[in-house]
């Protein structure tokens, strides 16, 4: 006795607002029935020169419209004690041991304090 398989219209989207709403148990067989799923989520997403250059630019116009088209200054205050200006002129190894030590920062943790928008750091 052979299965009937029908053919249904049904896009990508529709499956995986489906797999969604599956149980952990449901979603690892899933990856059992369908073993290239594992390899494909695996493997590390290549995206071309332009891929990147377009999500940079992508970015950069939605931070630049939440400021209102206005950019920052560079004596805009960033990061702990540092200017915006200050840290541009860091060397990108400085960046990345700054950025590595704000990961390990629980900001859940953080005390959450009610500031006006307009309200620059005194400390």
């Known amino acids: 006795m052979s299965d009937l398989v029908f053919a ?3 896009s990508v989207e529709q499956i995986a607002a489906v797999i969604k709403q599956m149980d952990e148990a449901d979603q690892e067989r899933l990856l059992d029935l369908v073993p290239s799923l594992r390899q494909i989520a695996a493997q590390p997403r ?5 891929q990147t250059q377009a999500n940079i630019a992508r970015l950069q116009a939605e931070v630049l419209a939440a400021l209102d088209n206005q950019p920052l200054s560079p004596d805009d205050p960033f990061l702990g004690d540092l200017t915006l200006g ?3 002129a860091l060397p990108d190894e400085k960046k990345a041991a700054l950025w590595d030590e704000w990961a390990d920062v629980d900001l ?3 005390e ?3 500031t006006n928008p307009n309200a620059l750091s005194t400390g």
């Open 86 to 88: 200050q840290y541009h």
């Open 108 to 110: 859940m943790a953080l």
């Open 112 to 114: 959450e304090q009610e």
């Open 8 to 10: 249904l219209p049904v």
């Open 46 to 50: 290549v995206r071309t020169a332009e």
